[in-house]
T-cell receptor, first 111, second 111 residues
Framework: KAGVTQTPRYLIKTRGQQVTLSCSPISGHRSVSWYQQTPGQGLQFLFEYFSETQRNKGNFPGRFSGRQFSNSRSEMNVSTLELGDSALYLC??????????FGPGTRLTVT | AQSVAQPEDQVNVAEGNPLTVKCTYSVSGNPYLFWYVQYPNRGLQFLLKYITGDNLVKGSYGFEAEFNKSQTSFHLKKPSALVSDSALYFCAVNNNNDMRFGAGTRLTVKP
């Protein structure tokens, strides 16, 4: 099976812009989670979607949002970008609540 | 609330020596525990998990972990370290689809 794919892999944006990141889970996986990884804060949970519904949400401002489509693909959106949003954004899928399979991540740089 | 602690930011070992990367957790109920490894510019890779059963769990690349309920620990071990094991290691706990990661431990194996 193909692994989790994330697009784009690298992105440079300017403060105040918005960005949309995409994640395609492993075929058959219905749960998709998003994480933000930074050197200072480590790996922080953003949100989890299951069957197009947000099932869990981390402690991030409302500028961070996501959605999941009927084919389980997921997108996350960050509006009004800030310098502190520069990070590696990781997507992970799971078949049913146990181990997660991660994509390679999208490296977002905000200038 | 559940949490995971990795008390060591950095672990250095010589190639061929045994290695231990420590993890303690705090969770209500029975925990699902995981270890992941991250190589530079890559997503996380699943190593092993504890759900129930035998306290010694064997995983990928010769790694194993020991679940100790009384000490609420789940330390990662390998009998003989390789230089290629050098990476960032994350312990994680999953409780009711809420996945939390430790801050990570950077393992360096020197030749």
């Amino acid at each position: 099976k193909a692994g989790v794919t994330q697009t784009p892999r690298y992105l440079i944006k300017t403060r105040g812009q918005q960005v949309t990141l995409s994640c395609s889970p492993i075929s058959g996986h219905r749960s998709v989670s998003w994480y933000q990884q930074t050197p200072g804060q480590g790996l922080q949970f953003l949100f989890e979607y299951f069957s197009e519904t947000q099932r869990n949400k981390g402690n991030f401002p409302g500028r961070f949002s996501g959605r999941q489509f009927s084919n389980s693909r997921s997108e996350m959106n960050v509006s009004t970008l800030e310098l502190g949003d520069s990070a590696l954004y990781l997507c992970a899928s799971t078949p049913g609540g146990h181990e997660q399979y991660f994509g390679p991540g999208t490296r977002l740089t905000v200038t | 609330a559940q949490s995971v602690a990795q008390p060591e930011d950095q672990v250095n070992v010589a190639e061929g020596n045994p290695l231990t990367v420590k993890c303690t957790y705090s969770v209500s109920g029975n925990p699902y525990l995981f270890w992941y490894v991250q190589y530079p510019n890559r997503g996380l890779q699943f190593l092993l998990k504890y759900i129930t059963g035998d306290n010694l769990v064997k995983g990928s690349y010769g790694f194993e972990a020991e679940f100790n309920k009384s000490q609420t620990s789940f330390h990662l071990k390998k009998p003989s370290a390789l230089v290629s094991d050098s990476a960032l290691y994350f312990c994680a706990v999953n409780n009711n689809n809420d996945m939390r990661f430790g801050a990570g431990t950077r393992l360096t194996v020197k030749p």
